[in-house]
Structure formats: C-alpha cells, structure tokens
C-alpha cells in the first residue's frame, strides 16, 4: 500500500513540479559550468602564452651581444637555462642569415633554416613537434639592436645613414612550448566542473523533493492515517492542526477512532510486551555493535596509517625526482660543451670543470639529506640522547665553520664559548642543526657582517639563539623557511645549498621536545632560536 502511495506522488502535482523544477536547475547549472571551464580555459592559456613571450623576450634580449660577437658558449649557457622551465620543449637562436647559432640540441647548431615569412601576428603560433602529432605553441622573439647617430669620431658597428634611432635585427630566437600540462590543466577543471555541476544538480533535486513534500505533507498524512484505520490501527490519530476543510476533515477522523478505543487496555497490553522485547533486542544489538564499533577503528586507524605511507611515499618521489633534475641537467650540459671542445681557453675549460665539480657535490649533499629526512620522518633514525656541554657543541660547530667565516670576513661571536649549562642531547644531531643554522648566517650575511650565538634560561630549558645582519628573509617566504626543497635566499646562491637543511633542523628539534623558530627584517638580519632541556641540579 506504501509503495502505490509513492507512485501516486511521483504521478501527481507533486511529481510534475519536482520535473520541472529539476530540469530548470539543471540547465542553469549546465550553462554556468560551460561558462566557467571555458573562461579557465582561455586565462589559462593565456598565461602560457604570456609566460612563454616573456622567456623568449629576455633570452632575445641576453642574445644581443653573444650575436654580434658569435659566442656560441654564451648562447648554451643562456639555452640550458630556458631549458629548464617548465613547459619547454626546445629552444634556438637564429643570426641575421636564418643560421641556428645556439640550440638546446647542439647537433643542429650551424643548420639554416626556413623561416618564411614572419609578421607581428605570427610570433605566437600552433603547431605540430616533428615525428609526433603533439600540439605545441611556438613563441618567436626578434633580437634587435637601437642603432644611434654617432657623436665625435666613435666608430658604429653598423652603418648609420638616417637623423632618427634606427633598429636592426640581428637574429630570432624561437620557443617550443608543451601543451601538455595546459590540457592535464583543462581536463582537471572539467572534471571539478562536472563533479561541482553534478553536486549542485543533486542538491536542487534533493531540496525540491524536500519543499514538494512539505507542501503536499497534510493530504499524505491523512490519505496513510485511513490505511492504518482500515487495517485495524485504531489508536492512531491525525496531528493536523488548520483551520480549513483538511482541518476539519482531521478532526472528524480523529473522533471517530476515539469512539472505537473501547479495546484500547488490551492494545496497551499489547504494546507493553512488544516494547519490553524491543528494549532487550536493542541492548543485545547495541552489545554486538560496541564490538564491531572496535574493529571498524582499528581497521580505519590502518587504513589512515596506509593513507599516510602511500602519500610520504608519492611526495618523496616527486621531490627527489625534481631537486636531482637540476644540478643532472647542469652536469649533462657542461660536460657536453667540454666534449664538444667548445671552450675556447683552458680558464674557461676549469670553469666548466669547476661547475661539474660544484654541481656533483650538491648532488651528494641533496642524496644525503633527502636519505637523512626519509630516515627521521619514518620515525628510525636512531637519537643517543646524553648529558653534555652546551659550550662543547657549540664551539664544535663554530670551529667547523670558522674556515666559512673568515672567507667571508664574517666576525662570529660565541657568548657560550665558557658556558656551564649541560643539556639533554644527541650531540652530533644538534651539532648538525647549529651548523645549518650558522651555514645560513654565513651564506647570506654580506662581506664584513657579525654573527651572534648567545642563550637564556628559560624554566627547565635552554634557548639558545643565532643572530646575523644579512639580508633577511621576505615576510611573505615565513611559511616556506621549513618547507622541503624550499630556498628563500638570493638566486645567486641556489646551487649552494638543498632547501633540506631547515626541515631537517626542525625534526631534530622536535626530536629532543624542543621548538624551533625565527624573527627577521628584510636588510636588518635574522635570528633563529631553538630550545633543548637541561640538567636540572
């Protein structure tokens, strides 16, 4: 009888409006998804092709001089470093003759190509990368120079025949940018979009049935409560309370079961054993479900735990894979060039073996640091926790880093050279986070700078504190100082150092039930404190 009552509704006004109502929303819903993905869709794409204009732009700018002078080391240089962008796929630069005289791929170095003809609409075009049906944008960037009239007897490169500034063009450089992780991009907000538009879809639909069933609650009631009547129920009541013919029906309904309740004591009677029984079959089903309650926890406990492991994993790899990438491409690059025997005197060459030496110790140092944090984030990296001399770690870092300190004329003043505190530690552990601390004060403190190293008791802990007057550290980079892989300094120091050292010093810390943390101003320096227990007398 229930189930006719629902087809009925579905059958009635009821369900017409609900149709109605849900076919609107979901137009609506559709238009607006269409509308958002293709707005993504264009900002998107634009801010590649902006990103990629502005690329071919400064390395047709950084080309002037290698052009005119034909320095084929200085446009390999500026190549590798376009190269590792994201998105590029390759990168050339052609002279005056339509001759490629820098190519990311040094085999096609010398080849001439077929420009055609290029107008201010075709720097940016579409097209398809050779033996593949991959899409790419193509970005060219003339390389020109302002030729001005010349004032005493200062000879010109090139020739001046005009009172106005005159422009030359010297070369072209050309960008192959991937489409690829603009599509991942595309296809990622359509499938937001979709799920966002199904949702919404859902939600109406739901709160439409909700509204249409509030409207049409009454007659249901009083159409189920006669079913129940007339099956035998007549203890049942309508709680309808209007004032119009429903109400009024309603109310003749309700006196005529009370005129029947004359077997109403053998009803309650009734009621009384099935609730008695009902109470006892809870209590025996509330039992078994405390029981399986326990095992559903321990096994969503493992499941998180297995959540977590997978997602340590996938992050590990992802930044081990990018951080190797760049020191592997810098190597593969140079060692390239001296192979090719394009240095052109042996300081050049040592130069080149220099950057190989420097980029394959940074590679060690990012190897060792990244098997270090993987240790200590999995929770097996052994700690040797002792009683020892804050002034003995102390001195030991200092001591390591003093060759550091006065290549760079730095003055380190220890305050804790004579300390007395003794701390509970794993001594080659904090040795390590106040050498990374001082390596950073070192490295971005200018020539002449003074680094501080004093302490303050504080309850049963000690703060020790490391001050500089470098450069200091952006407000807006405060959340990344901790972070994997992240550098805040200069660009001019990238290769010297992993972006490990900070997270590393942060376990270690948190190891030994202490904080880590640190105030700066941008020109005026920065201090870093950490905290460690002490031996209470």
């Known amino acids: ?67 005119i002078t034909n320095y084929r080391p200085g446009f390999l240089q500026l190549i590798s470093g376009v190269m590792k962008e994201k998105d590029i796929i390759y990168a050339f630069v052609i002279d005056q003759e339509d001759i490629i005289v ?30 593949t049906n ?39 450089v050309y960008l192959g940018v991937s489409t690829k992780s603009l ?19 859902l939600i109406g639909i739901v709160l439409t049935i909700i509204m249409i069933q509030f409207v049409t609650q009454p007659l249901r009631k009083l ?15 309508v709680k309808i309370v209007r004032n119009d013919e429903i109400g009024v029906l309603a109310k003749s309904f309700n006196q005529m079961t009370s005129d029947l309740k004359k077997s109403r004591e053998k009803i309650e009677n009734w009621n009384r054993e099935l609730e008695a029984k009902v109470i006892e ?32 994993k996938d992050d590990f790899l992802s930044l081990v894979s990018h951080e190797l990438r760049t020191p592997l491409s810098s190597i593969v690059a140079y060692t390239e060039v001296l192979i090719d025997d394009m240095a052109e005197t042996e300081e050049e060459e040592k130069s080149y073996l220099e950057i190989i030496k420097n980029e394959s110790d940074r590679l060690t140092r990012l190897i060792n640091n990244v098997l270090d944090l993987a240790k200590m984030e999995a929770g097996r990296m052994p700690f040797e ?34 300390s007395s505190v003794m701390v509970l530690a794993d001594e080659d552990k904090i040795i390590q986070v106040l050498s ?52 805040v300094e200069d660009v001019n120091h990238h290769s010297e150092g992993t972006g490990l050292g900070m997270p590393i010093s942060k376990i270690i810390i948190e190891n030994h039930k202490g904080k880590i943390w640190f105030e700066s101003e941008v020109g005026k320096g920065t201090t870093f404190y950490f905290t460690l227990p002490i031996k209470v007398n």
């Open 223 to 237: 159409m189920d409560a006669t079913k129940i009547v007339a099956q035998g129920n007549l203890d049942h009541h």
């Open 436 to 487: 990374n601390i001082l390596s950073n004060a070192i490295k971005f403190t200018p020539e002449g700078g003074v680094i501080t190293i004093s302490e303050r008791i504080n309850n049963k802990k000690v703060e020790i504190s490391v001050s500089d007057n470098g450069c200091g550290i952006k407000e807006e980079d405060f959340d990344k100082v901790f972070d994997k892989f992240h550098q």
């Open 1 to 67: 009888m229930e189930a006719k009552s629902h087809i009925s509704f579905f059958k009635g006004l009821g369900g017409r409006s609900i149709l109605a109502i849900s076919l609107l929303i979901t137009f609506i819903s559709l238009i607006l998804s269409i509308f958002f993905t293709n707005s993504q869709k264009n900002h998107i794409e634009e801010e590649l092709i902006k990103r990629s204009k502005s690329l071919a732009n400064n390395l047709a700018y950084n080309s002037q001089y290698y052009v």
């Open 183 to 201: 599509n991942e991009a595309i296809t990622g907000i359509q499938r937001k979009a979709f799920m966002i538009t199904f949702g919404i879809i």
């Open 385 to 418: 926790f002792k009683y020892v001399e804050l002034s003995k770690l102390i001195n030991a870092s200092v001591m390591g880093l003093s060759g550091a300190a006065s290549k760079h004329k730095h003055r380190v003043i220890n305050k804790l050279e004579n």
């Open 102 to 131: 820098g190519h990311s791929d040094t085999s096609k170095i010398g080849v001439k190509i077929n420009k055609n003809s290029i107008t201010e609409n075709s720097y940016v075009r579409e097209k398809k990368l050779e033996n």
């Open 281 to 312: 079959r809870t209590k025996e089903l509330s039992e078994k479900h405390k029981e399986l309650q326990k095992y559903s926890n321990k096994l969503e406990e493992a499941y998180k735990e297995l959540l977590t492991l997978d997602k340590a």
């Open 134 to 172: 991959e899409k790419i944008i193509e970005v060219l960037s003339p390389i020109e120079i302002i030729r001005e009239k010349s004032s005493g007897n200062e000879e010109l490169l090139f020739p001046y025949d005009s009172d106005s500034q005159q422009k030359r063009l010297l070369g072209m």
